[in-house]
């Protein structure tokens, strides 16, 4: 009997086969960190993650499921260096999981760990729940915050230019009157000033000298 050929020997494939797995899984980039879930809404949410540095990604894979398993999605991009994505079409107030992967030159990495979250009624306007990791912004919170200190600021400016305003009146009516009180001065002064008093003449000032009266008797 003939010797089976080396390359087709069962034994040196499975070595080969074993050898490129290897390979390939030596190669695969490691799997996205802090996985997280921010502006959720009640029919969309937003999930970021970070990769570690070192390694060559051309792409992300997310997997998104619904937790009670009536719907499930597959999103796969490459070609771009985005570490978040924005998930569309959510059914509101249900619950969902999600897992990232990184995409290589050589594959995919194996998938993150399980994130947890649940989109919002219509009617709320805080999220009920949190991602198992990392804190939820609300963009509805952020936009209310703004408008507040707008409106304070607005105030504020408002009340500064009528204080203002106010100085500014108190100001010239204070040298309205002061320039008022000086003209009734200087009005009432010649008459004060040039004004002579009367000195009586004639004979009031003057007094009478009496004659001495002389009495002759005759003897």
């Known amino acids: 009997m003939a010797p089976i050929p080396a390359y ?35 029919n969309s949410a937003t999930v970021s993650w970070d990769v570690p540095e070192g390694d060559v ?8 499921q619904r937790q009670d398993g009536q719907m499930q999605r597959f999103i796969r991009e490459v070609n771009t260096t985005n570490r978040a994505c924005v998930l569309w079409d959510l059914a509101e107030d249900a ?21 947890h979250f649940r989109t919002l009624k219509q009617s709320d306007r805080l999220p009920s729940n949190s991602s ?34 106010i100085a500014l009146f108190c100001k010239q009516y204070d040298i309205i009157k002061d320039n008022d009180s000086n003209n009734n ?20 000032l003057r007094s009478k000298k009496k004659t001495p009266s002389v009495n002759i008797i005759e003897v």
């Open 8 to 42: 087709l020997n069962p034994a040196a494939v499975l070595v080969l086969v074993s050898c490129d797995l290897c390979l390939v899984h030596a190669n695969r980039p490691p799997s996205p960190v802090n996985v997280t879930v921010t502006q959720l809404k009640a």
């Open 57 to 64: 990604i051309i792409g992300y894979a997310i997997s998104q």
């Open 95 to 115: 619950d969902y999981i999600i897992q990232v992967q990184s995409v290589g030159l050589y594959g995919e990495s194996q998938a993150s760990k399980r994130v």
């Open 132 to 165: 198992n990791q990392g804190d939820i912004t609300v963009e509805g919170l952020d936009k209310e915050r703004q408008l507040q200190t707008g409106e304070i600021i607005i105030i504020v400016v408002v009340l500064l230019m009528w204080a203002a305003v």
């Open 185 to 204: 001065k200087e009005k009432t002064k010649p008459s004060s000033e040039h004004s002579t008093p009367e000195r009586p003449t004639g004979g009031l």
